[in-house]
Every structure is written in C-alpha cells, then in structure tokens.
C-alpha cells in the first residue's frame, strides 16, 4: 500500500505539476515526499494523489495538488523566511510550508480541525510550527512582520490586518472574489506600496472572519 502512495505521488508530480509550470525544485521535492494521505480521513485516502480538492470533515476540503504548489511556488521561500497560514485545514499546506521556511505559525478557526493538524504534525516530527485557533483575518501580530502569507480560504477583498503584517519585499497570496469564485491575488510589499499580480481563477471554502465574510 505505501508503495502504492509513492507512486501515486511521483505520479502527481511528473503529470499534475510539471505539465502545469511548476517549476520550483523544493516545491516539487517537498510535494514529491510528503504523505498526503495521512492528512486525508482513511477511507478517502485512495484520492488524496487525485487532481481535485478533498473534504477532510466541517463542510472544509485539502485543496488540489496543483493548487497548492502554485500558491506555495508564488511565495519564493527560500528556507528562512518567517511565515503565516490562515486556515490550517487538515494541515498538508502546513507541512509543505514548514519544509519550505524556517517558523511556520498557522490559525484555523475550527478548533476540532486545528487539533487534529497540531496531533499529526507533531507525530511527524516539525517542531518549526506555531498553532493557534482563532480568527486568522487579524493575522498574528505578535510574530509580525511576515516574508510570506498564504490565504487558504476566498476573502471579500485583501485583509488590511494581513497587509500591515506583511514585512518590506513580503510575500502574500490570496484568492479574492465572491463566495463562490475568486482570482488568486498575490501581493508584495515595496516598502510603503503594495504590487498586486493576478495569477488566475480558483475555487476556495469561504474566509469567515472579521475581515472575511460573514458566517
Ligand atoms: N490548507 C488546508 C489544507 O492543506 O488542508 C486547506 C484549507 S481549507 C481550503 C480552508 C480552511 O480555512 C478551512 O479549514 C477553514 O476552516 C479555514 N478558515 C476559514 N476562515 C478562516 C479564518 N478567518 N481564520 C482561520 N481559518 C479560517
């Protein structure tokens, strides 16, 4: 069975990721090693390699493959960078992130879904991780400024709490639109002035919060 995972996930690189433009070799490599699987409920497990987002429990879903190595290759991480992620999910992001940057700190608003994240995490040994459950639209401002953010649930419009947590050349990455349909926004910081670059069409759980919408 591990063996069939391992293929599932050279699969999932070789055909769902590089075709696409995927580029980044520790994006591709961190993908390539990570068991997806494990953060997918067990009998759902066969499709965790599949092209396609899928439910992990609270109406919420793991976002697909290549969803998820296009906003994680748009933040350039280098390895050193201090980062936030708004909505924990099941955690696989979370991992890819905590491969990719020195300090991870991540808020979910569901708490049942945070502490089954925070369980697995630990198991599989990152200790580069902060958790919290809470409304992730304020950002986290003790640990600010950010060199990256990355948004995992559709927002109205750019949270302002984020944006005044993002440090000088950050990084942010966020699907902005309705509540059905949003464009991924990526945003970054040049000192007082903020460029913005649409990197297409995408279909995420809403952003409930404050500076989201409303539940
Ligand atoms: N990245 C996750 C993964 O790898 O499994 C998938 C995230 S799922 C698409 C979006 C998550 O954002 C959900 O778990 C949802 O509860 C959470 N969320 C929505 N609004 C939030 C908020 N204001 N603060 C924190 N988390 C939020």
Redesign the pocket.
Known sequence: MSQDFALARERMVKNQLIPRGIRDERVLEAMGKIHRHL?IEEALAGEAYNDH?VP?G?K????QPYI?ALMTEALELKGDENTL??????????AILAELSSRVHT????TS?MVNARKLLDRLGYTNILFKA????LGWKEYAPFDAIMV??GAPSLPGPLMDQLADNGRMIVPVGDRYSQELIKVTRKGDSMEQDNLGGCR??????VH?WSD
């Not at 992620?85 to 979370?94: A, K, P, V």
């Not at 808020?107 to 569901?110: L, Q, V, W």
């Not at 995420?204 to 919060?209: D, K, P, Q, R, S």
């Open positions: 953060f987002p992990i609270e919420q879903t793991i976002s998820v992620e708004i909505g924990t999910g099941s955690g696989y992001q979370t808020i979910e608003r569901i879904l809470f409304d992730g639209t995992t649930a995420f759980v809403n952003l409930i919060g989201g």
